[in-house]
């Protein structure tokens, strides 16, 4: 026999952190970072800038060579 009234078994609820808590594991958290050196962090900006530059020039000339062939199909002049 089928009860319908039973309940299924709950879940209990998840209790959110206190203020408190929440800045205690970020605290934590931040002694366990390992902070890049003066010489990596200024290597690191170089790729990363380098990097930008690459495809900074890269998507102009792509976009570039898709004006010209869609001027030259649709016979747009400016």
Same mark, same amino acid.
């Given at each position: 026999m089928a009860d319908g009234n039973k309940k299924?078994?709950? @879940?209990p609820k998840k209790r959110r952190p206190s203020f408190k808590e929440t800045f205690r594991g970020i605290k934590i958290e931040m002694k366990k970072v390992v902070w890049p050196t003066k010489k990596e962090l200024s290597s690191y900006t170089v790729v990363v800038l380098v990097t930008c530059a690459f495809f900074a020039l890269a998507f102009w000339a792509i976009d570039s060579a898709v004006l010209v062939g869609l001027k030259g $199909? +649709?016979? $747009? @002049? +400016?």
């Open positions: 299924a078994p709950s @879940t $199909i +649709l016979g $747009i @002049t +400016l």
